[in-house]
């Protein structure tokens, strides 16, 4: 069964942003030409980009304006969202500028000042460090040393530090140059429409909201199993591990989205304060919660360690110790080289008793076993309920149904979505902090990671294609993961 969605007969329109001139840092790296540079373009073809602005493409080493222009058409064209007309491209080339910052940030802050007068005097400043927090921090220091910090806005990739001690160091240098109003840090998983559909199937349709507690969800999952390697990222990889990478950067966000109370609006603030109040009623993990894993042949991987400790899986049970939550598990599950790949959050309702029904209805429960919703949180995103039926026939005989909602086929498709990155690319130009986390919120999720970050439990060697070190069965029995059991049947 499937259900259909009618799209408003008048849907608003996106704010344009004021002038900006914008930095990106790290503008030949990979996140750039996969995600920065298309996404920025077609916020430009869609009429969400300023009307005057300058995009500055700032590298360590020599890249002149036409080797900038250059990487940024073969980044769009390789992108293949949409098709890419030369009339817009030749508009948009006009925008871009480049820049050398391996000698320095002089020859940066006269570009700025260049592109600020060419652009419009009032024009806004936004910084893109699209780089590692250890490359991040000596370019905030000389972002600071130029004055290119007073007034800008400054978006800055996860992982945000390594520990709660470097947290704290990496939070003391940003706001020694600039103010936490100025500072969006980003997580491209909240700007995805599946996760922000969390907030209107809660509290817009009372269906649910009244049953979203511990009186009838037996547990939470948040499953996100990749098939793919840790592709050429070693370096990476490294420094950071998939519970770093994965569950205090991602999914503990999603997690807010899940179990917050209702705000008072939808505004940054209240939205903020609740999510904030879902992580200080997070229980600190222990060893024991966690379970690590690494995929046979991880350390032949080019810059890997041959003795590397480093997980490539994670999967953990966490608990929100508030009136809501008291009791209710919510797993989460991250990996590399797994069997399939998704982007899952299942809201598993407790089972009703169901003695009026024959004993032998009872191989429903091959399954998964609860009545659940799923949430697809890949692009283009889904929700589905399952739930039991009768069977047709003489006899009363349970079989399992679903109804499926879709973005593919709701709303005019996935066309008029905007990517997660270019959603949130635009929050910032125009100032919206609603998907963005706190310094406050990210120190506390490095206080409830700790222990396990400097106790962490051995990493289980796990065959590619499969699905993880056996342990995580035991950490949630006895529950299932409910990708698996659909994929595995």
């Given amino acids: 069964m499937s259900t259909t969605a009618t799209a408003p007969a008048a849907v608003s329109r996106a704010p344009v942003p004021q002038e900006q001139v914008i930095v990106l840092f790290g503008a030949t790296g990979d996140l750039s030409r996969r995600k920065l540079l298309p996404g920025i373009f077609h916020l430009f073809q869609a009429g969400l980009m300023p009307e005057r602005f300058a995009l500055i493409g700032a590298s360590r080493g020599h890249l002149g304006n036409d080797d900038f222009v250059e990487l940024a058409h073969d980044a769009v064209c390789d992108s293949g969202r949409r098709p890419v007309s030369e009339e817009s491209w030749h508009r948009f080339a006009e925008s871009l500028r480049s820049a050398s910052i391996g000698n320095g940030f002089e020859g940066l802050a006269e570009e700025v000042a260049d592109a600020r007068e060419d652009v419009g005097g009032e024009a806004s400043l936004l910084h893109y460090l699209s780089l590692p927090p250890s490359a991040a921090a000596g370019v905030i220091e000389e972002l600071g040393r130029n004055r290119l910090g007073e007034g800008a806005r400054v978006i800055m990739e996860k992982p945000f530090g390594r520990d709660l001690e470097s947290a704290r160091e990496l939070d003391a240098l940003v706001h020694s140059v600039f103010d936490e109003e100025q500072v969006f840090r980003i997580d491209h998983y909240l700007g995805r429409e599946a996760v922000q559909n969390l907030l209107a199937m809660r509290f817009a349709n009372g269906m649910f909201e009244p049953v979203w507690n511990r009186n009838h969800i037996d547990h939470v999952q948040i499953d996100v199993p990749e098939t793919l390697s840790i592709e050429m990222r070693g370096d990476f990889y490294e420094e950071t591990g998939a519970f770093r990478d994965m569950i205090v950067t991602h999914l503990f966000q999603v997690l807010s989205f899940v179990a917050m109370e209702p705000p008072v609006s939808l505004g940054a603030k209240s939205l903020m304060?609740?999510?904030?109040?879902?992580?200080?009623?997070?229980?600190?993990?222990?060893?024991?919660?966690?379970?690590?894993?690494?995929?046979?042949?991880?350390?032949?991987?080019?810059?890997?360690?041959?003795?590397?400790?480093?997980?490539?899986?994670?999967?953990?049970?966490?608990?929100?110790?508030?009136?809501?939550?008291?009791g209710v598990p919510f797993f989460l599950r991250s990996g590399k080289r797994l069997a399939a790949s998704h982007h899952q959050l299942t809201i598993a309702f407790s089972a009703p008793p169901r003695r009026m029904f024959p004993i032998d209805c009872?191989?429903?429960?091959?399954?998964?076993?609860?009545?659940?919703?799923?949430?697809?949180?890949?692009?283009?995103?889904?929700?589905?309920?399952?739930?039991?039926?009768?069977?047709?026939?003489?006899?009363?005989?349970l079989g399992q149904a679903s109804m499926r909602f879709s973005y593919a086929d709701s709303f005019g498709g996935p066309e008029q979505a905007l990517d997660p990155y270019e959603r949130l690319i635009h929050d910032v130009m125009v100032g919206d902090r609603t998907l963005f986390t706190t310094s406050a919120a990210i120190e506390r999720l490095w206080e409830v990671a700790d222990q396990v970050v400097r106790e962490p439990p051995p990493a289980h060697v796990y065959e590619p294609g499969s699905w993880g070190p056996e342990a995580t069965d035991e950490l949630l029995a006895p529950h299932r993961w409910h990708v698996q059991s659909d994929i595995d049947g």
Wanted: aromatic residues 12%; without cysteine.
């Fill in 273 to 326: 304060v609740e999510r904030e109040k879902v992580f200080d009623s997070l229980r600190p993990l222990t060893p024991a919660d966690v379970v690590r894993g690494q995929y046979a042949g991880y350390r032949d991987e080019a810059g890997v360690a041959p003795d590397s400790d480093t997980e490539t899986f994670v999967a953990l049970r966490a608990f929100v110790e508030n009136w809501r939550w008291e």
């Fill in 362 to 397: 009872s191989h429903v429960a091959d399954g998964f076993g609860h009545d659940h919703l799923t949430f697809e949180l890949g692009d283009p995103g889904s929700i589905s309920a399952s739930f039991l039926a009768k069977v047709p026939g003489p006899e009363m005989q």
